[in-house]
């Protein structure tokens, strides 16, 4: 059974940094992308990165050169630096994977931006 697990994010102030965190267990990590979504209160999910099986990166534009994700193929970590956060970063944040055709999602870590 495919199982994200979640650690990191919290709350700080704009311009600070954070590092989330996802742990897979239970899939071939190492064949998979892996992604990052967030949810803010009242809106839809949306991506915010993504890392290929092959290490390739795409970011949401609006967090283009302030967010880095990376994966450990070793430890099936993904993680996801996030720097220069602001306000409008606040959201819960997803691990999400399609693994064997399915979706599966990380338990959400909030992270809070205050000015």
């Known amino acids: 059974q495919v199982r994200l697990v979640q650690s990191g994010g919290g709350s700080v102030r704009s311009g600070g940094s954070l590092r989330l965190s996802c742990a897979a267990s239970?899939?071939?990590?190492?064949?998979?992308?892996m992604n990052w979504y967030r949810q803010a209160p009242g809106m839809q999910r949306e991506l915010v990165a993504t890392?290929?099986?092959?290490?390739?990166?795409q970011y949401q534009d609006d967090v283009k050169d302030r967010f880095t994700i990376s994966r450990n193929n070793v430890r099936n970590t993904v993680h996801l630096q996030m720097n220069s956060l602001k306000p409008e970063d606040t959201a819960v944040y997803y691990c999400?994977?399609?693994?064997?055709?399915?979706?599966?999602w990380g338990q959400g870590t909030q992270v809070t931006v205050s000015e």
């Open positions: 239970g899939m071939n990590f190492k064949l998979y992308a």
């Open positions: 999400h994977t399609n693994a064997y055709s399915r979706n599966f």
């Open positions: 890392i290929t099986s092959g290490g390739t990166t």
